[in-house]
């Protein structure tokens, strides 16, 4: 397990923290053992800083608590990708201060931390959860980088700060009655969460893409360090220098994703492989440096026998011809059609969306037998790479005529009527909403599910108006969406569900697409890059043309996975009905029970029908509060 915990109080509070570490940790009921366990102290404080693993798992080797000499000032899970900045100070590490870090990149960021305290945090490059006591300053300080899939809580109690990888750890190891955040909650059952909020009131989550300090001075102290700037751009003469440079970012950030451990230097790479744009043109690249390097490439891809809409095999097989892909697996996810849904998708306590599949062990597993130690994704592709509809808009504003025959062109390869493409594309929403008001309608924003109580209801659109967006939603509308897509997206729930599966059997879940630097640069360049006629994720097909067969390519269908979902909870309905009827959730006062099973009843009573994603929220939020509150 990769999981942190760390404490901190003032020495004449730290009893609990060293009860904690003496007898908590030992029991059978607390079910956890530490692992490279620092105790520091000095005239003001008490610090833990230490790994901790479920003994619950048979795959983690049960390590009792010690206490080490060696006093370890920083905890992580870390890559760093320049740590050739400010080499003069960096590469030398004293005699006495060698043994204190186990890792190289550990070393970095901690000398990065007490040289410049949270504004080193912004030049540091990679992915980093971690966890330092700077004994210069006297301050401990937590930071998680933007687009981590990994997470950090803290809760307060007593004059101590703990901070740990999951919420259910801190709650067991302080013995906090915990209490539901309603505002989370109902942001789950609207379709609409925000994957920064914790869902109980005694425990906070640490957004990514911050740092927490906290000292006897200051108290707690969140800080921002990185965030889009709607201000930088990139402008080059022509297509081939974006496409060059687009392509240098998504090569650059896959090759330092390839990097493993040096105790597991020779461990194999695996990279999941659908049919779609993001995860081939993950999986190209890795391919070619491998190669150059002489190491193996494992690809994972699934099958749907039964939902042939979710089907890509001809695909995978074009794939697995034109790079010489010699080392794929395959998984049949039909096989899991026999077990319950609450068995197939059990929420973790972190949230409903982290769901801990056996799909996900199953997966996992084989990547362990083979000795796999790092996972690389195409997640991400579509935040950073797709582009927005209202990007056709700004450009017909702006005197590009042309669009419009672009838009008529590709509605006849799409087989979308024209018509009504023009109308949502070219008229603007305020029009589009004084029509729906005209024919009695819901406006455009006000689409949330009916399910959803006034008052829940209330909580989602007044936390909405909290949500900051630096682009105008006005003058700059495809920016706009696209920024509150990335900081919102369900992806992170698939991203946080696997690598909290992955960090069992040791693996580390990586995201090329996640990159801040392909983040930023795609904001940076022209809209019209980005989606192009029937072509979303215009640029990213034209950088990976040389590297993908056509059929990959130059593929027009996006597969989605709505009626493999809808064909699941038809085969549960009566399992699901029953899940949807509890009134834990009614009785609180944030769901109508009647409207949320009238519209269940018209979901699993259509067999040609989709699932929509509000709904199936609204199944995993029900699951998640039986499970792990009541």
């Known amino acids: 397990m990769d999981n942190l915990f760390a404490a901190i109080a003032l020495n004449q509070c730290s009893q609990p923290i060293k009860h904690l570490i003496n007898n908590r940790f030992s029991s059978e009921y607390f079910a956890y053992s530490l692992t490279a366990l620092s105790e520091i102290s000095d005239d003001n404080y008490f610090i833990c800083l230490a790994y901790y693993a479920s003994n619950n798992s048979t795959l983690v080797k049960k390590t009792p608590p010690t206490t080490n000499a060696l006093i370890r000032p920083i905890i992580s899970n870390v890559r760093v990708d320049n740590k050739n900045i400010n080499t003069n100070r960096h590469n030398f590490i004293a005699p006495d201060q060698s043994k204190a870090f186990t890792r190289a990149d550990d070393c970095f960021i901690y000398h990065q931390y007490t040289d410049l305290g949270a504004n080193c945090f912004s030049g540091i490059k990679g992915d980093f959860q971690t966890v330092i006591w700077d004994d210069n300053s006297k301050t401990l300080c937590a930071a998680l980088s933007a687009f981590n899939s990994r997470s950090l809580f803290y809760l307060q109690l007593d004059g101590i700060l703990y901070i740990a990888s999951d919420a259910q750890f801190l709650a067991k190891a302080t013995q906090t009655q915990l209490s539901i955040n309603k505002v989370a909650v109902s942001q789950w059952l609207s379709g609409r969460p925000n994957p920064d909020l914790s869902m109980f009131n005694e425990i906070s989550r640490l957004p990514a893409g911050h740092c927490l300090e906290y000292s006897q001075t200051h108290g707690i102290k969140i800080t921002k360090f990185w965030e889009i700037d709607p201000d930088f751009s990139v402008v080059y003469p022509n297509t081939a220098d974006y496409k060059d440079h687009f392509f240098e970012l ?37 391919k070619q440096q491998l190669d150059k390097e002489n190491r193996p490439l494992h690809t994972l891809s699934h099958r749907y026998k039964n939902t042939q809409s979710c089907d890509e095999s001809n695909n995978i097989a074009d794939m697995i011809l034109t790079l010489k892909l010699e080392n794929q697996h395959f998984v049949e996810l039909d096989k899991f059609d026999n077990i319950s849904f609450a068995q197939l998708y059990p929420t973790d306590f972190d949230n409903p969306g982290v769901v801990l599949s056996p799909k996900y062990h199953q997966e996992l597993t084989l990547m362990n037998s083979l000795g796999a130690s790092v996972l690389m994704t195409g997640n991400g592709g579509d935040e950073t790479c797709w582009g927005h509809s209202a ?36 008229m603007p929403s305020a029009l589009q909403n004084l029509i729906k008001i005209a024919r009695n309608k819901p406006r455009l924003n006000d689409e949330y599910p009916r399910w959803l109580s006034p008052q829940a209801l209330a909580m989602v659109k007044s936390e909405n108006l909290l949500f900051s967006n630096p682009f105008s939603a006005t003058f700059n509308s495809a920016k706009h969406a696209r920024y ?27 995201h090329p697409f996640f990159d801040t630097d392909i983040v930023e640069f795609s904001f940076a360049i022209p809209e019209k890059l980005l989606i192009q006629g029937a072509y979303p994720k215009w640029l990213l097909r034209q950088a990976m043309q040389n590297h993908l067969p056509a059929s990959v390519c130059w593929n027009k269908q996006k597969t989605v996975f709505d009626h493999h979902f809808a064909n699941l909870v038809r085969a549960n309905k009566a399992e699901l009905r029953k899940l949807l009827s509890h009134p834990g959730l009614h009785d609180l006062g944030l769901i109508n029970n009647d409207i949320l099973l009238e519209e269940f009843d018209a979901v699993v009573n259509n067999p040609n029908g989709y699932l929509n994603v509000d709904m199936l929220y609204a199944i995993l939020t029900q699951l998640w509060f039986q499970t792990h509150v009541i």
């Not at 672009?406 to 024209?418: Q, S």
């Not at 509150?484 to 040791?506: D, F, P």
């Open 250 to 286: 998504l090569q650059t950030s896959v090759v330092n994703r390839l990097a493993v451990n040096s105790a597991t230097e020779h461990s194999s790479v695996f990279c999941q492989m659908s049919g779609g744009m993001d995860s081939t043109s993950v999986t190209a690249i890795a």
């Open 391 to 426: 990007s056709y808009r700004s450009r017909l504003f702006k005197g590009e005529l042309g669009v419009i025959s672009e838009v008529i062109h590709a509605c006849g390869e799409l087989n979308e009527p024209v018509v009504r493409s023009l109308y949502k594309l070219f």
């Open 484 to 510: 509150h897509g990335l900081k919102t997206t369900s992806t992170y729930n698939s991203m946080r569900s696997y690598q909290k599966v992955a960090s069992i059997y040791g693996i580390d879940v990586r």
